[in-house]
């Protein structure tokens, strides 16, 4: 078709959960969502997110935190948020217990 002349880029591939341990990080306020994390990033319970903060003020509205240790495998990039807009999904990291029961 002559539509690209230059050499096609490398796909990577996707990170697959088999084993349903994805959380989710949602809004809980509308606002401008300011991540403090990286893709791909390991991330703690507990640990920020990021913030979402008034378009008006800059005043922090919600500081989203993880639920679980893991890795953030998606991360929102179009900062306008609204309640309930998902913010990041990670990929949990597997307890002791629940490789245990994968074995059976």
């Known amino acids: 078709m002559d539509i690209w002349d230059g050499d096609a880029p490398e796909v990577r591939e ?11 990080v949602n ?13 791909w990033q390991k991330v703690s319970r507990g640990q ?9 003020t800059g ?3 919600h500081r ?3 639920e679980v240790d893991g890795m953030v495998f998606t991360l929102r990039e179009y900062p306008v ?4 807009s998902l913010l990041a999904r990670i990929l949990g990291e ?11």
């Open 94 to 104: 597997k307890l002791p217990t629940q490789e245990a029961d994968s074995h059976d």
């Open 27 to 39: 809004a809980s306020e509308s606002g401008i969502f300011i991540p403090s994390v990286q893709h």
């Open 81 to 84: 948020v609204y309640a309930g």
């Open 64 to 66: 989203a935190v993880s």
């Open 59 to 61: 005043e922090i509205l």
């Open 14 to 24: 996707p990170t697959i959960s088999t084993d349903g341990s994805v959380s989710f």
């Open 48 to 56: 920020p997110i990021g913030d979402i903060v008034s378009p008006a």
